[in-house]
């Protein structure tokens, strides 16, 4: 019978997180040696090795990513414990928010904002970058929860709603289109466009909703950032598909003007977890918070 410790566990989970010895060390305020030594007297007692090593880094094997969802509730739980004996009202821990470029600049803020003042919970992450690398980062156990725009269809993440947006078309605010009441899509046809990255939700609400109704359209540039997209399309150097939420400050400013065109520009935002991921009371709580926030702010 195996005698694993929760610094055993610790060590482990970390280990994946970062890829290295030397930086899980670090993380863990442990010297390199101490780390090791955790690791390897873990994976005598259960006989299996957890880590393929490839080049100083070690990549987790088949028997790793067996313990890792174990692994990560037994620690949730283990600092659950502190909570049977302090203030039972009180949620404790870091949790670890991901979300995608548009949700993660307009609207996480907020949900984060308004879950501190009802919780009074105050430790929490947001790590913001597109929905692919999200999405990963959920599979990894990287990250507890994620905000994102584009639905994903990965096995291992449980998908739900718990908002929406509207997506709008940009133009240069002297363009000539951008002067109409009404713009077809035949007046969007061989014109350029601004695009995100492979991965974003944007780019794909675009490659979904807009570009199968032109017959030839040109990408001008592939950029990594919402607000690069903007400066873009003001500077006249195509149009681009975005949220009304990201875009509205510059609509404002008269930087650019939104085309009125006839389709359907609404689409959803999801909330993901990892189908094997220990629920704790705060993930929960939080979980809750954002499903009912729409209603909140309606």
């Known amino acids: 019978m195996s005698n694993i410790s929760i610094k055993q566990l610790k060590v482990f989970v970390t280990i994946t997180q970062h890829s290295t010895l030397t930086s ?20 005598k007692q ?10 100083n880094r070690l990549v987790i094997n088949q028997e790793g990513q067996k313990l890792l969802p174990l692994a990560d ?3 949730h739980r283990a600092a ?7 203030d039972e009202q009180a949620l404790s821990g870091l949790l670890k928010v991901g979300a995608s470029d548009t949700i993660g600049n307009q609207v996480a ?9 009802q919780t009074q919970h105050q430790d929490q992450s947001l790590f913001i970058s597109n929905s692919a690398l999200i999405c990963q980062k959920l599979v990894d156990y990287e990250l507890d929860i994620a905000l994102i725009e584009g639905k994903t269809q990965h096995h291992e993440l449980i998908s739900s709603q718990f908002s929406d947006d509207e997506m709008c078309i940009v133009a240069q605010a002297n363009h000539p289109l951008a002067q109409l009441d009404q713009v ?7 014109s350029y466009w601004l695009l995100r990255e492979s991965g974003s939700g944007t780019r794909e609400f675009f490659l979904r909703t807009v570009a199968p109704r032109l017959e030839h359209w040109y990408e001008s540039f592939e950029l990594n950032t919402t607000e690069a997209i903007i400066n873009s399309v003001s500077a006249g150097l195509g149009f681009a598909c975005l949220s009304q939420l990201a875009v509205q400050p510059a609509i404002q400013d008269g930087r650019v003007k939104v085309l009125n065109v006839p389709l359907d520009m609404k689409r959803r935002f999801w909330l993901l977890v990892h189908k094997d991921k220990y629920q704790s009371p705060l993930l929960k709580s939080f979980m809750e ?5 729409q209603q909140q702010i309606d």
């Open 24 to 43: 899980a060390s670090e993380a863990l305020f442990l010297s390199k040696a101490a780390v090791s030594m955790a690791l390897g007297e873990m994976e």
């Open 80 to 86: 659950g414990i502190d909570e049977l004996f302090g």
């Open 73 to 75: 509730e037994i620690l």
């Open 289 to 293: 918070y954002c499903q009912h926030w």
């Open 109 to 117: 803020p907020y949900i984060l904002s308004g879950f501190r003042q």
């Open 184 to 190: 077809s899509l035949h007046d969007l046809e061989s």
């Open 46 to 55: 259960l006989g299996h090795s957890l880590f393929d090593r490839v080049n």
